[in-house]
Protein backbone atom coordinates (compact mmCIF):
# COMPACT_ATOMS: atom_id res chain seq x y z
CA UNK A 1 0.00 0.00 0.00
CA UNK A 2 1.47 3.50 -1.19
CA UNK A 3 1.14 6.50 0.76
CA UNK A 4 -1.99 8.47 -1.12
CA UNK A 5 -1.37 12.01 -1.94
CA UNK A 6 -4.12 14.69 -1.97
CA UNK A 7 -4.99 16.20 -5.14
CA UNK A 8 -8.51 17.33 -4.36
CA UNK A 9 -10.78 14.07 -6.09
CA UNK A 10 -11.46 12.35 -2.58
CA UNK A 11 -12.76 13.54 0.47
CA UNK A 12 -10.84 14.72 2.95
CA UNK A 13 -11.84 13.21 6.01
CA UNK A 14 -11.36 9.65 3.73
CA UNK A 15 -8.28 10.61 2.60
CA UNK A 16 -6.82 11.18 6.19
CA UNK A 17 -8.35 8.00 6.88
CA UNK A 18 -6.00 6.03 4.17
CA UNK A 19 -3.29 8.37 5.49
CA UNK A 20 -3.76 7.17 8.97
CA UNK A 21 -4.01 3.09 8.02
CA UNK A 22 -1.13 3.72 5.52
CA UNK A 23 0.84 4.79 8.80
CA UNK A 24 -0.31 2.44 11.77
CA UNK A 25 0.99 -0.57 8.72
CA UNK A 26 4.38 0.95 9.34
CA UNK A 27 4.32 1.31 12.96
CA UNK A 28 3.42 4.82 12.85
CA UNK A 29 1.27 5.68 15.92
CA UNK A 30 2.55 9.66 17.20
CA UNK A 31 -0.22 11.67 15.64
CA UNK A 32 2.02 14.28 15.21
CA UNK A 33 4.17 12.32 13.06
CA UNK A 34 1.11 11.54 10.88
CA UNK A 35 -0.07 14.56 10.29
CA UNK A 36 3.44 15.83 9.35
CA UNK A 37 3.38 13.32 6.73
CA UNK A 38 -0.33 14.17 5.92
CA UNK A 39 0.94 18.14 5.34
CA UNK A 40 3.62 16.39 2.87
CA UNK A 41 1.62 14.44 0.75
CA UNK A 42 -0.94 17.23 -0.34
CA UNK A 43 -0.27 17.81 -3.61
CA UNK A 44 2.25 21.07 -4.49
CA UNK A 45 -0.89 22.46 -6.35
CA UNK A 46 -3.01 23.03 -3.38
CA UNK A 47 -1.74 25.63 -1.50
CA UNK A 48 -2.82 25.51 2.51
CA UNK A 49 -2.60 28.95 4.10
CA UNK A 50 -0.45 28.37 7.68
CA UNK A 51 -0.32 24.95 6.64
CA UNK A 52 2.57 24.82 9.41
CA UNK A 53 0.33 26.04 11.87
CA UNK A 54 -2.35 22.81 11.86
CA UNK A 55 -1.65 20.04 14.72
CA UNK A 56 -4.72 17.80 14.51
CA UNK A 57 -6.39 15.88 11.82
CA UNK A 58 -9.66 18.01 12.42
CA UNK A 59 -7.68 21.21 11.40
CA UNK A 60 -6.44 19.92 8.50
CA UNK A 61 -10.05 18.19 7.32
CA UNK A 62 -11.32 21.89 8.38
CA UNK A 63 -8.41 23.21 6.27
CA UNK A 64 -8.52 20.84 3.03
CA UNK A 65 -12.30 21.85 2.85
CA UNK A 66 -11.88 25.34 2.89
CA UNK A 67 -9.93 25.37 -0.19
CA UNK A 68 -11.77 25.82 -3.77
CA UNK A 69 -10.81 22.06 -4.77
CA UNK A 70 -13.05 20.51 -2.41
CA UNK A 71 -16.16 22.52 -3.76
CA UNK A 72 -14.70 21.05 -7.10
CA UNK A 73 -14.98 17.50 -5.88
CA UNK A 74 -18.63 18.12 -4.30
CA UNK A 75 -19.81 19.51 -7.75
CA UNK A 76 -17.85 16.81 -9.37
CA UNK A 77 -19.80 14.21 -7.07
CA UNK A 78 -23.43 16.07 -7.09
CA UNK A 79 -22.37 15.27 -11.50
CA UNK A 80 -21.98 11.89 -10.85
CA UNK A 81 -25.12 11.65 -8.80
CA UNK A 82 -27.40 13.00 -11.67
CA UNK A 83 -26.04 10.23 -13.70
CA UNK A 84 -25.69 7.47 -11.69
CA UNK A 85 -27.59 4.45 -13.06
CA UNK A 86 -28.30 1.26 -11.06
CA UNK A 87 -28.35 -1.67 -14.02
CA UNK A 88 -28.93 -5.01 -11.88
CA UNK A 89 -27.22 -6.85 -14.43
CA UNK A 90 -23.95 -4.92 -14.23
CA UNK A 91 -23.63 -4.77 -10.34
CA UNK A 92 -25.34 -5.81 -7.38
CA UNK A 93 -27.54 -3.17 -4.89
CA UNK A 94 -24.81 -3.73 -2.27
CA UNK A 95 -21.84 -2.18 -4.71
CA UNK A 96 -24.38 0.20 -6.35
CA UNK A 97 -25.04 1.77 -2.55
CA UNK A 98 -21.91 1.82 -1.36
CA UNK A 99 -20.74 3.88 -4.08
CA UNK A 100 -23.71 6.15 -3.99
CA UNK A 101 -23.22 6.70 -0.22
CA UNK A 102 -19.56 7.66 -1.04
CA UNK A 103 -20.77 10.45 -3.29
CA UNK A 104 -22.78 12.11 -1.52
CA UNK A 105 -21.46 12.21 2.49
CA UNK A 106 -22.42 16.06 1.88
CA UNK A 107 -25.60 16.32 1.08
CA UNK A 108 -27.72 16.54 4.16
CA UNK A 109 -30.60 17.11 2.40
CA UNK A 110 -32.77 13.71 2.36
CA UNK A 111 -34.95 14.50 -0.42
CA UNK A 112 -32.54 15.49 -2.78
CA UNK A 113 -31.20 12.01 -2.43
CA UNK A 114 -34.44 10.45 -2.51
CA UNK A 115 -34.79 12.02 -5.94
CA UNK A 116 -31.46 11.28 -7.12
CA UNK A 117 -32.01 7.45 -6.33
CA UNK A 118 -35.60 7.25 -7.78
CA UNK A 119 -33.69 8.89 -11.32
CA UNK A 120 -31.22 6.58 -10.68
CA UNK A 121 -33.67 3.58 -11.68
CA UNK A 122 -35.44 3.52 -14.44
CA UNK A 123 -37.77 0.59 -13.90
CA UNK A 124 -41.76 1.50 -13.21
CA UNK A 125 -42.17 -0.68 -10.47
CA UNK A 126 -39.18 0.77 -8.36
CA UNK A 127 -40.58 4.07 -8.84
CA UNK A 128 -43.93 4.11 -7.79
CA UNK A 129 -43.06 2.01 -4.94
CA UNK A 130 -40.17 3.72 -3.86
CA UNK A 131 -41.81 6.63 -3.61
CA UNK A 132 -44.38 5.30 -1.81
CA UNK A 133 -42.17 3.69 1.29
CA UNK A 134 -40.11 6.91 1.59
CA UNK A 135 -42.87 8.95 2.24
CA UNK A 136 -42.55 11.00 5.36
CA UNK A 137 -38.83 9.17 6.10
CA UNK A 138 -36.15 11.18 6.99
CA UNK A 139 -33.15 8.95 7.88
CA UNK A 140 -30.62 8.42 4.77
CA UNK A 141 -29.58 5.09 5.97
CA UNK A 142 -33.58 4.22 6.21
CA UNK A 143 -33.72 5.34 2.63
CA UNK A 144 -30.94 3.11 1.58
CA UNK A 145 -32.50 0.00 3.53
CA UNK A 146 -35.69 0.72 1.53
CA UNK A 147 -34.01 1.55 -2.16
CA UNK A 148 -32.79 -2.11 -1.44
CA UNK A 149 -35.97 -3.74 -0.42
CA UNK A 150 -38.16 -2.38 -3.38
CA UNK A 151 -34.89 -3.60 -5.42
CA UNK A 152 -35.54 -7.38 -4.47
CA UNK A 153 -38.99 -7.10 -4.21
CA UNK A 154 -38.74 -6.35 -7.68
CA UNK A 155 -37.11 -9.72 -8.37
CA UNK A 156 -40.08 -11.21 -7.09
CA UNK A 157 -42.56 -9.82 -10.03
CA UNK A 158 -43.99 -11.99 -12.36
CA UNK A 159 -43.47 -10.99 -15.52
CA UNK A 160 -45.06 -11.79 -18.99
CA UNK A 161 -43.60 -14.19 -20.83
CA UNK A 162 -41.24 -15.59 -17.75
CA UNK A 163 -42.08 -19.17 -16.70
CA UNK A 164 -43.87 -19.89 -13.93
CA UNK A 165 -45.06 -22.93 -12.02
CA UNK A 166 -48.90 -22.55 -10.32
CA UNK A 167 -49.06 -24.78 -7.29
CA UNK A 168 -52.56 -26.15 -6.17
CA UNK A 169 -52.81 -24.88 -2.04
CA UNK A 170 -54.76 -27.75 -0.83
CA UNK A 171 -52.45 -30.82 -2.63
CA UNK A 172 -49.35 -29.34 -3.30
CA UNK A 173 -49.32 -30.46 -6.97
CA UNK A 174 -48.46 -28.91 -10.18
CA UNK A 175 -50.94 -27.99 -13.04
CA UNK A 176 -49.30 -29.51 -15.95
CA UNK A 177 -50.25 -30.28 -19.52
CA UNK A 178 -48.31 -32.78 -21.69
CA UNK A 179 -48.72 -33.92 -25.61
CA UNK A 180 -51.88 -36.61 -24.92
CA UNK A 181 -54.97 -35.34 -26.15
CA UNK A 182 -58.24 -36.64 -24.05
CA UNK A 183 -59.86 -39.68 -25.07
CA UNK A 184 -63.40 -38.45 -25.06
CA UNK A 185 -65.09 -34.27 -24.54
CA UNK A 186 -62.97 -32.05 -26.88
CA UNK A 187 -59.86 -34.64 -27.40
CA UNK A 188 -57.43 -31.56 -26.86
CA UNK A 189 -54.43 -31.63 -24.74
CA UNK A 190 -54.72 -32.62 -21.00
CA UNK A 191 -54.77 -30.40 -18.21
CA UNK A 192 -54.27 -31.81 -14.45
CA UNK A 193 -52.52 -32.10 -11.08
CA UNK A 194 -49.25 -33.08 -11.50
CA UNK A 195 -46.72 -34.24 -9.46
CA UNK A 196 -45.61 -32.53 -6.03
CA UNK A 197 -42.09 -31.91 -7.45
CA UNK A 198 -42.64 -29.51 -9.97
CA UNK A 199 -41.61 -30.67 -13.83
CA UNK A 200 -41.07 -29.36 -17.40
CA UNK A 201 -45.26 -30.14 -17.87
CA UNK A 202 -45.31 -27.56 -15.45
CA UNK A 203 -44.04 -25.06 -16.67
CA UNK A 204 -46.63 -22.04 -17.82
CA UNK A 205 -45.98 -18.17 -19.09
CA UNK A 206 -48.63 -15.64 -19.58
CA UNK A 207 -48.92 -13.45 -22.13
CA UNK A 208 -51.15 -10.04 -21.83
CA UNK A 209 -54.30 -9.58 -23.76
CA UNK A 210 -53.55 -5.67 -24.23
CA UNK A 211 -50.71 -5.08 -26.39
CA UNK A 212 -50.56 -1.28 -25.42
CA UNK A 213 -48.43 -1.60 -22.24
CA UNK A 214 -45.26 0.28 -21.77
CA UNK A 215 -44.40 -2.21 -18.92
CA UNK A 216 -43.79 -6.24 -18.39
CA UNK A 217 -44.92 -6.59 -15.17
CA UNK A 218 -47.61 -8.69 -14.05
CA UNK A 219 -50.68 -7.02 -12.44
CA UNK A 220 -53.79 -8.36 -10.38
CA UNK A 221 -55.51 -5.81 -13.25
CA UNK A 222 -54.43 -7.64 -16.15
CA UNK A 223 -56.54 -10.18 -18.36
CA UNK A 224 -53.90 -12.71 -19.76
CA UNK A 225 -53.60 -15.55 -21.53
CA UNK A 226 -51.73 -18.98 -19.70
CA UNK A 227 -49.32 -20.73 -22.19
CA UNK A 228 -48.04 -24.17 -21.55
CA UNK A 229 -44.10 -23.88 -22.13
CA UNK A 230 -43.94 -27.65 -23.42
CA UNK A 231 -46.65 -27.46 -25.85
CA UNK A 232 -47.06 -23.86 -26.76
CA UNK A 233 -51.21 -24.80 -26.16
CA UNK A 234 -53.11 -21.98 -24.18
CA UNK A 235 -55.42 -22.66 -21.17
CA UNK A 236 -58.99 -23.65 -21.93
CA UNK A 237 -62.13 -24.39 -19.84
CA UNK A 238 -64.88 -26.21 -21.78
CA UNK A 239 -68.50 -25.73 -19.97
CA UNK A 240 -69.96 -28.14 -22.71
CA UNK A 241 -67.70 -31.21 -21.57
CA UNK A 242 -66.92 -32.93 -18.50
CA UNK A 243 -63.26 -34.45 -17.12
CA UNK A 244 -62.96 -37.94 -17.40
CA UNK A 245 -61.67 -38.30 -13.77
CA UNK A 246 -63.41 -35.72 -12.29
CA UNK A 247 -66.51 -35.47 -13.69
CA UNK A 248 -66.19 -31.20 -13.68
CA UNK A 249 -65.74 -29.08 -16.36
CA UNK A 250 -62.90 -30.33 -18.75
CA UNK A 251 -59.80 -28.06 -18.75
CA UNK A 252 -57.51 -28.15 -21.46
CA UNK A 253 -55.00 -27.12 -23.80
CA UNK A 254 -55.58 -25.84 -27.24
CA UNK A 255 -54.26 -23.09 -29.92
CA UNK A 256 -56.60 -20.46 -28.93
CA UNK A 257 -57.13 -20.23 -25.43
CA UNK A 258 -59.00 -18.36 -22.71
CA UNK A 259 -59.14 -15.10 -21.20
CA UNK A 260 -58.19 -15.30 -17.32
CA UNK A 261 -57.43 -12.95 -14.67
CA UNK A 262 -55.35 -12.80 -11.62
CA UNK A 263 -56.92 -12.34 -8.46
CA UNK A 264 -55.32 -11.86 -4.88
CA UNK A 265 -56.80 -14.04 -2.13
CA UNK A 266 -53.45 -13.66 0.31
CA UNK A 267 -54.56 -11.26 3.37
CA UNK A 268 -51.07 -10.48 4.23
CA UNK A 269 -50.98 -8.96 0.48
CA UNK A 270 -53.48 -6.30 0.96
CA UNK A 271 -54.19 -4.75 -1.95
CA UNK A 272 -51.57 -5.28 -3.83
CA UNK A 273 -51.21 -4.36 -7.40
CA UNK A 274 -48.08 -6.19 -8.93
CA UNK A 275 -48.26 -10.43 -9.07
CA UNK A 276 -45.10 -11.55 -7.01
CA UNK A 277 -43.81 -15.06 -6.56
CA UNK A 278 -45.42 -17.11 -3.91
CA UNK A 279 -48.53 -15.15 -4.09
CA UNK A 280 -51.69 -17.02 -3.17
CA UNK A 281 -53.79 -16.39 -6.39
CA UNK A 282 -56.78 -17.76 -7.89
CA UNK A 283 -57.17 -17.68 -12.22
CA UNK A 284 -60.80 -16.49 -12.75
CA UNK A 285 -62.45 -17.60 -16.21
CA UNK A 286 -65.62 -16.09 -16.12
CA UNK A 287 -67.33 -18.08 -12.83
CA UNK A 288 -64.65 -20.74 -12.65
CA UNK A 289 -61.74 -20.42 -10.15
CA UNK A 290 -58.60 -22.47 -9.57
CA UNK A 291 -56.90 -21.62 -6.42
CA UNK A 292 -53.24 -22.19 -6.93
CA UNK A 293 -49.68 -20.52 -5.45
CA UNK A 294 -47.56 -19.16 -7.98
CA UNK A 295 -43.91 -19.78 -7.98
CA UNK A 296 -41.41 -17.83 -10.07
CA UNK A 297 -38.88 -20.59 -11.65
CA UNK A 298 -35.86 -18.51 -12.64
CA UNK A 299 -33.66 -20.58 -9.40
CA UNK A 300 -35.11 -24.29 -11.00
CA UNK A 301 -34.75 -24.18 -14.35
CA UNK A 302 -31.46 -26.78 -13.63
CA UNK A 303 -34.05 -29.15 -12.22
CA UNK A 304 -36.43 -28.91 -14.98
CA UNK A 305 -33.58 -29.63 -17.45
CA UNK A 306 -33.00 -32.99 -15.74
CA UNK A 307 -36.29 -34.09 -15.57
CA UNK A 308 -37.78 -33.21 -19.08
CA UNK A 309 -36.24 -36.86 -20.41
CA UNK A 310 -38.98 -38.36 -18.62
CA UNK A 311 -41.75 -36.94 -20.79
CA UNK A 312 -41.61 -39.69 -22.89
CA UNK A 313 -42.29 -41.67 -20.22
CA UNK A 314 -45.07 -40.21 -18.37
CA UNK A 315 -46.64 -39.99 -21.59
CA UNK A 316 -46.23 -43.74 -22.14
CA UNK A 317 -47.49 -44.38 -18.61
CA UNK A 318 -50.73 -42.00 -19.21
CA UNK A 319 -51.22 -44.09 -22.12
CA UNK A 320 -51.05 -47.03 -20.23
CA UNK A 321 -53.30 -45.78 -17.85
CA UNK A 322 -55.86 -44.99 -20.48
CA UNK A 323 -55.72 -48.78 -21.70
CA UNK A 324 -56.33 -49.65 -18.10
CA UNK A 325 -59.39 -47.54 -17.58
CA UNK A 326 -60.50 -49.11 -21.15
CA UNK A 327 -60.24 -52.54 -19.78
CA UNK A 328 -61.88 -51.78 -16.73
CA UNK A 329 -64.80 -50.05 -18.14
CA UNK A 330 -65.29 -53.01 -20.72
CA UNK A 331 -64.64 -55.88 -18.12
CA UNK A 332 -67.63 -53.61 -16.00
CA UNK A 333 -69.84 -53.09 -19.00
CA UNK A 334 -69.20 -57.45 -19.90
CA UNK A 335 -70.26 -58.21 -16.18
CA UNK A 336 -73.43 -56.01 -15.90
CA UNK A 337 -74.29 -57.35 -19.14
CA UNK A 338 -73.59 -61.03 -18.27
CA UNK A 339 -75.91 -60.44 -15.04
CA UNK A 340 -78.76 -58.97 -16.85
CA UNK A 341 -78.17 -62.53 -19.24
CA UNK A 342 -78.58 -64.61 -16.32
CA UNK A 343 -81.44 -63.14 -14.91
CA UNK A 344 -83.17 -63.12 -17.78
CA UNK A 345 -82.65 -66.87 -18.48
CA UNK A 346 -83.32 -67.64 -15.05
CA UNK A 347 -86.57 -65.77 -15.36
CA UNK A 348 -87.37 -67.69 -18.33
CA UNK A 349 -86.43 -71.36 -16.79
CA UNK A 350 -88.72 -70.67 -13.75
CA UNK A 351 -91.40 -69.45 -16.07
CA UNK A 352 -91.26 -73.22 -17.74
CA UNK A 353 -91.03 -74.24 -14.42
CA UNK A 354 -94.07 -72.84 -13.22
CA UNK A 355 -95.68 -73.60 -16.79
CA UNK A 356 -94.84 -77.65 -16.36
CA UNK A 357 -96.36 -77.82 -12.70
CA UNK A 358 -99.59 -76.55 -13.32
CA UNK A 359 -99.92 -79.38 -16.12
CA UNK A 360 -99.10 -81.74 -13.79
CA UNK A 361 -101.37 -80.56 -11.10
CA UNK A 362 -104.39 -80.59 -13.76
CA UNK A 363 -103.80 -84.08 -14.76
CA UNK A 364 -103.01 -84.94 -11.01
CA UNK A 365 -106.80 -83.78 -10.74
CA UNK A 366 -108.41 -85.30 -13.68
Known amino acids: MDLPKYTGTIHPEEWVKQVQIYCYLKGIESEGKI ?53 PEQED ?6 NFRSLCMEISDHKEIITML ?15 RVEGINSVDEIFKIFSEVVFDE ?24 NVNYPTGSKQRVVFAGEKLSNGNALWYATCTTTNRN ?35 EVSCRNEGDSLNWININPTNGYATYVKARDVITLKYNDYIFVVMISHLQLEIKLF ?33 SFIAIKFTLSIGLKKFMNSKVNMDERSFL
Open 215 to 249: YQNCTYDDRFYLTHKVTGKKLCMSINYKSPTTRHA
Open 93 to 98: VATFLA
Open 118 to 132: INSYSNYFFKGEFIK
Open 305 to 337: KKLLPMKKELVEMMSGKLKLFKMIKNLFLFIIA
Open 155 to 178: LKIIKFGSSIALKHVATGKYLSSW
Open 35 to 87: IKFSKLMIDYTIIIPNVNEINSFEELIKALKLHSTFSIYKNSCKRKLQLIKYI
